[in-house]
């Protein structure tokens, strides 16, 4: 294979050491935390990701034969970028036919390393975030390439989060790099009007990883803990790196008291408990703490923000029938304000159902339009029906939602009402 | 970087605006081909007067009307100059077609 710039690969030349079974733990974890740093640098230099990652894995192969006989280096982080730099000259020197090479000599001869410095390597992450989620990707590469590249996980890995062929994700991985640097997306944090935009773009694929571990549309299991996990670290690494930005702390936040839930979601036999049913003292304190911390810290509105101060109104609520219901109304009231949609006229629906009458939720959610085909609005109905002790009608909202949904957990769950229904 | 902006548009839409806004329309258009960092392009015109050719075994085929009989057709483009992807997507964005129920295809140039 060669590719366009003339760089000849073979897929799978350069062996994933990161999770081989090669390094040790403690040298994992060395490796796991420095390597979005050092591959954004050494993309920051090269233009070109897999030139990156090739230069990457090849100094952490040269890492593996080294530090445990030598020790590790005291600034782990500048040994690798210097020695990726040194074997990218050395392999872009053999390459007769790259165009680029003479520019890329340059730029890597420019390139100040210093294997003994103690500053740590200069933080490009957050032009690396960006680019990953760059629009001119589909949703699926960026979500693959910004766990790849900033989360440091295998294609492995990621394909088997995502339940697709390791050869599948492994082609979506290398086709959106590519298309970084053949279709000219810029390497770097968006300038000032295009940032808003493109910061949602950002924010909407680290939610997008957490609700595909939380909720997995597709996975027989309902939760993927690693995948949360994973969410989690990416949403504190880019408050770390915008630390006055709301979205960025909203996020966290509401991630933080999703998750709070994640063990006590799901019973023995895999089904799905409700919010109201939940054992709240299976509910992760340390979690809520820190996302109470967090949300703390974030000034100004927003839609992640709003909805975390919603999450947190439920946790902090000791059992279900103490949950401040007219506070949930008034933020989602804030929420339909700043970003109306029909989703978020149903969940305010369903708060003023609780905090008033399932009636006067009834009547708002048959007031939506655009929803038809959404399963969870089938669901609210049935649930509002049933709670009205309207079982007949309740039945048939079921039976919609069942046929809408995906999610077997989640199925089985409308399943089990059904049968609850149609016995009274 | 060169980037080819191709501009899609349905057949006939075109006609439904007023002159006023025709007039606006094409200078904004205009305007677009006057700046030095655009290199080419060209107004294709409507359908109508497409021809098709295609040579097999040394014979030329010709028949009337487009390649592909779709909705939205090629009416025009722009060859410009961009540092990136991001540059030629807002240039993509002023062009008239683009907020006017067109669509913009950004094609980057592949250098030989």
């Known amino acids: 294979m060669t590719s366009q ?9 350069s062996p994933d050491v990161l999770h081989s079974g090669v390094a040790s733990e403690r040298l994992e974890t060395v490796f796991r935390e420095e390597w979005s740093r050092v591959l954004a640098t050494l993309i920051g230099v090269l ?26 280096p005291d600034n782990p982080g500048a040994w690798l970028v210097a020695t990726a730099r040194n074997g990218a000259i050395d392999r872009i020197r053999r390459e007769r036919t790259l165009a680029r090479k003479t520019e890329l000599l340059q730029r890597l001869a420019e390139l100040e390393t210093d294997d003994d410095s103690d500053e740590p390597v200069p933080d490009e992450r957050l032009s690396l975030i960006f680019t990953c989620c760059h629009p001119a990707l589909a949703p699926e590469a960026q979500v693959a390439l910004t766990l790849r590249a900033v989360g440091g996980l295998t294609t492995t890995e990621i394909a088997r989060a995502f339940l697709v062929p390791e050869t599948t994700m492994g082609q979506r991985l290398v086709r959106a790099k590519r298309k970084i640097r053949d279709a000219g997306v810029p390497f770097r944090v968006p300038p000032e009007h295009l940032l808003p935009e493109r910061l949602d773009a950002v924010l909407a694929i680290l939610y997008l990883v957490f609700n595909e571990g939380y909720v997995g549309t597709t996975a027989g299991r309902l939760v993927r803990g690693d995948l949360c996990e994973e969410a989690i670290r990416l949403a504190k690494l880019l408050a770390v790196l915008m630390p006055d930005e709301p979205e960025a702390l909203g996020l966290l936040a509401l991630m933080l ?68 219901w007219p506070r949930i109304v008034e933020l989602y009231d804030e929420l339909v304000a700043l970003a109306p949609s029909p989703v978020v006229e149903l969940n305010r629906a369903a708060a003023i159902a609780m905090a008033e009458s399932p009636d006067r939720g009834l009547s708002l ?40 949904a995906t999610n077997p957990v ?5 399943e089990r009402r059904l049968a609850e229904v149609g016995q009274r | 970087m060169q980037y080819a902006l191709l501009i899609y548009g349905a057949e006939g839409r075109w006609e439904q605006f ?23 392009g060209a107004d294709l015109g409507d359908l109508s007067k497409a021809t098709t050719v295609r040579v097999n075994n040394g014979k030329t085929l010709t028949t009337d009307g487009p390649f592909a009989e779709t909705k939205e057709y090629l009416g025009g483009f722009y060859l410009i100059e961009a540092d990136n992807l991001d540059e030629a997507i807002e240039v993509a964005g002023k062009i008239p077609a683009a907020r006017t129920g067109g669509t913009i295809e950004v094609r980057p140039v592949v250098e030989h």
């Open chain 1, 5 to 13: 710039n003339g760089i000849k690969r073979t897929p799978g030349q």
């Open chain 1, 47 to 72: 233009g070109d990701f897999e030139l990156a990652e090739d230069a990457l894995q090849d100094a952490i192969a040269t890492a593996l034969e080294r530090w445990p006989r030598d020790g590790t």
């Open chain 1, 257 to 324: 008291f999703h998750d709070s839930r994640r063990t006590a979601r799901i019973a023995a036999d895999g089904s799905l408990i409700l919010l109201e049913d939940q054992d709240r003292g299976l509910w992760n304190r340390d979690r809520i703490a820190e996302g109470d911390r967090v949300l703390a810290r974030a000034r100004g509105l927003g839609t992640y923000r709003i909805q975390a101060e919603i999450a947190a109104v439920h946790a902090h609520a000791d059992r279900p029938a103490n949950t401040d």
């Open chain 1, 365 to 404: 959610i048959d007031r939506i339009e655009g929803l038809d085909d959404y399963y969870l609005l089938h669901a609210a109905r049935a649930d509002l029906l049933r709670r009205g002790g309207r079982h007949e009608e309740a039945a048939a909202s079921y039976r919609r939602a069942l046929e809408l």
């Open chain 1, 410 to 414: 989640e199925r089985s769950f409308f």
């Open chain 2, 18 to 40: 007023s002159e006023a806004e025709q007039q606006a329309m094409t200078e904004q258009y205009m305007a677009i081909s006057r700046d030095p960092k655009t290199k080419g």
